[in-house]
């Protein structure tokens, strides 16, 4: 296996991982408040069912934006200072400063066609910006090294990226932006949002500044280079095992995680009636992914990605069948039950979310081996095409779900007892229907166990070195 740490280039080491990892604090800095867009869409601009709609429209445009990004990088043949995607991720850091504040701009008084607009153009151009950030910054993980160990590194220190972008927000912001009512405050929402896209703005330099490309895409400007066909790299990601499965686990993941997250504030808000606690418990619920993640290179080298991340699927359908037929009774000890489950469950979660871009990098290199063309832009596009699908549809058929249930948005924090002790069991469900999309994508459909991984890297290593 070619060594990357050695021909001119940097070893690899922490500085990459951190470099990596600052990349997706970065992305989530921006992201991170997506949970709280259907409480202040629904709670405090009283958008209701009109919201579920709108949000399905833009997520369509979300998921078709990405593939889109995708093949304009990879078709890319212009020389860049250092690399094309740093080039990428740079612009779209840019406009990410501002771009998610839009999403929650405090109008609540303003008439329905306004809000309407208000949502869906700010929603548009928080996407575009998002997008080309983020699709260029998966794709750079197999770049930065073909050491399966190291993207193992990369993939784990990804997820603390992700993990830290997600927890200080997650434990902080409820403690500001409801009063003591439970009720969202709109315009701190939106000052919350602009702070946080200045965070991420700096984590982005940080990244680009300190990323070093050890696997660089050759771009040769001449006119015998055959020209980048979208229509065949798409043909070639249905035909990629390991990218459809790493889909359906990430997409079940999210309908799981999205879809729960307004239902599980509208859990606290009513059920548990302690919304500013909600953030703590699920920051505290991450302590097992914390963990976790030093162990990952190692495991990975021991047992291999498929076989921990399918492990993880397994102990998450437990824990969440554990949170559907347990006794979470709206006091102190039903709270204690929820952790215990929800500890079990992101145990799960944590071991999958540790390798599951170092199994997209893999899936990169199937591509590669199986059809003849690395199309990393394309490939990782198109994952995060469903997965943003996964990311609208999962909040949008919730909220229809909830409504059915008897959820009001009008009532804020004050939803009756029936409807909250509903929203218990809807929480449980959607978490378990997560699981069991995960274990399906993971164990039926992913097909880079240990063995096949380590025949496709020394084969690729052979062509390459043959080459």
Request: aromatic share 12%; glycine share 8%; proline share 3%.
């Amino acid at each position: 296996m070619r060594d990357t740490n050695t021909k001119g280039f940097r070893k690899f080491g922490m500085r990459d991982c951190l470099a990596y990892a600052a990349g997706d604090f970065g992305c989530n800095m921006s992201f991170a408040l997506k949970g709280t867009m259907m409480i202040f869409w629904t709670q405090f601009m009283g958008l209701e069912l009109w919201y579920s709609l709108l949000l399905v429209i833009v997520q369509v445009w979300d998921a078709i934006n990405d593939p889109v990004i995708g093949s304009i990088v990879d078709s890319d043949r212009h020389q860049y200072k250092r690399n094309k995607f740093l080039q990428y991720i740079w612009f779209g850091s840019i406009g990410l400063i501002v771009a998610g504040a839009l999403c929650f701009l405090p109008f609540p008084n303003a008439p329905l066609w306004a809000q309407m607009i208000i949502f869906v153009c700010g929603y548009v151009i928080w996407d575009a910006f998002y997008t080309v950030a983020n699709v260029p910054y998966g794709s750079l993980l197999s770049l930065i090294s073909n050491e399966p160990a190291d993207r193992a590194s990369l993939s784990a220190w990804r997820s603390v990226g992700s993990m830290v972008g997600n927890m200080v927000p997650m434990a902080i912001l409820p403690m500001i932006i409801y009063d003591a009512n439970d009720n969202l405050i709109g315009e701190r929402v939106f000052i919350a949002a602009l702070i946080m896209g200045a965070l991420g703005f700096v984590c982005f330099q940080f990244m680009i500044k300190n990323t070093e490309i050890r696997v660089p895409t050759d771009i040769k400007l001449n006119e015998d280079q055959p020209k980048f066909n979208v229509v065949k790299a798409m043909s070639n990601f249905v035909k990629n095992r390991p990218a459809v499965g790493a889909t359906v686990a990430a997409c079940g993941m999210f309908l799981g995680m999205q879809g729960g997250a307004s239902a599980v504030t509208v859990l606290f808000q009513s059920y548990f009636n302690n919304v500013q606690i909600s953030g703590l418990i699920s920051m505290f619920s991450m302590i097992p992914i914390v963990a976790f993640t030093p162990l990952a290179r190692k495991m990975v080298t021991k047992f291999g990605k498929k076989e921990l991340a399918t492990v993880g699927a397994i102990a998450s359908m437990i824990a969440c069948v554990l949170m559907v037929i347990l006794p979470i009774t709206p006091d102190g000890n039903g709270i204690a039950i929820y952790v215990v489950c929800q500890l079990i469950n992101s145990l799960g979660m944590g071991i999958y979310s540790t390798v599951s871009w170092a199994m997209m990098g893999d899936a990169i290199d199937y591509n590669e081996w199986k059809m003849g063309t690395r199309e990393e832009g394309t490939v990782y596009a198109l994952h995060s095409f469903f997965r943003k699908l996964a990311q609208g549809l999962g909040p949008a058929l919730a909220l229809l779900v909830m409504t059915a249930l008897g959820y009001v948005g009008a009532n804020g924090g004050q939803q009756t007892i029936e409807v909250a002790t509903r929203m218990r069991y809807l929480v449980a469900g959607l978490y378990l229907f997560s699981a069991v999309l995960q274990f399906i994508g993971l164990s039926l459909i992913y097909n880079l166990d240990k063995k096949t991984l380590e025949k496709m890297t020394a084969e690729l290593e052979a062509k390459k070195a043959s080459a």
